[in-house]
């Protein structure tokens, strides 16, 4: 814990806009589904926070479990704790879920700190809302199983899109400065795994575009499979 506080105070400028992009996201969620979205008061009070309690603490756990994907550098590394976020969404709407994929992030950062300067727990975070909003807003708007495919297919394709100009734009700069690093470091270690990437925007399109494109394809099959399941057995007390 005291490791974990020394590296938020060598990085508060960054944590107080990674703060504001939280808040903005929230009340884009919060907008959405009080406009948008037909979200029906399946639960309320205690038993919300409660649920949306359980899913983050099952994403933060899911988090700790990563996978190397031989097309991308050492520094990326998929999980799918986006599953439990992505259904949370889907039961309780967007609010819910992006207050879940802030609590397992924060959770996450509890058990086992960050290696990232941050930067990778805040990435997990944003790029993970642009699945869960789109997917949840869809869901909601009309509420079937088409719309939810639909959801997960579009929010799969914003998340890539997204977290290639993400990373390329803001992410990978930010981890280069915080740690001292030349950007050709990176890049490198890009190069070492594909010839192809030569350059920031190269390592976006050949290892974050796929990354993100295998995330999200992974995470819908899932949670397609298992929403209703999970839904009527689980959820049916809380009506």
Not at 88 to 97: D, E, I, K, N
Not at 204 to 231: D, M, Q
Request: net charge positive; proline share 4%; glycine share 6%.
């Amino acid at each position: 814990m005291s490791k974990l506080l020394e590296t938020a105070k060598e990085n508060l400028t960054f944590l107080l806009v990674a703060a504001i992009v939280v808040v903005a996201i929230a009340l884009v969620a919060w907008l959405a589904q009080h406009f948008l979205c037909k979200v029906s008061a399946r639960t309320k009070g205690a038993r919300r926070i409660v649920f949306t309690a359980i899913f983050a603490a099952v994403g933060a756990v899911l988090m700790l479990f990563e996978i190397p994907l031989f097309f991308a550098p050492s520094f990326y590394k998929m999980d799918l704790s986006e599953l439990p976020v992505l259904m949370c969404s889907f039961y309780l709407g967007p609010t819910a879920g992006v207050i879940c994929e802030l609590l397992k992030v924060v959770l996450k950062l509890l058990l086992k700190g960050t290696t990232t300067a941050f930067v990778g727990d805040f990435a997990n975070f944003v790029v993970g809302c642009t699945l869960v909003l789109p997917a949840s807003i869809i869901y909601h708007f009309h509420n079937s199983k088409k719309s939810a495919v639909v959801g997960m297919l579009v929010g799969t394709l914003i998340m890539a899109a997204f977290g290639s100009l993400f990373n390329a734009v803001y992410l990978l700069p930010k981890f280069a400065e915080l740690y001292g690093l030349p950007m050709e470091v990176l890049i490198g270690m890009g190069t070492a795994v594909n010839p192809a990437i030569t350059s920031v925007s190269t390592l976006a399109l050949y290892a974050v575009v796929p990354f993100n494109l295998l995330k999200g394809i992974v995470v819908s099959v899932f949670t397609f499979l298992l929403y209703k399941r999970l839904e009527s057995v689980l959820f049916r007390k809380a009506k």
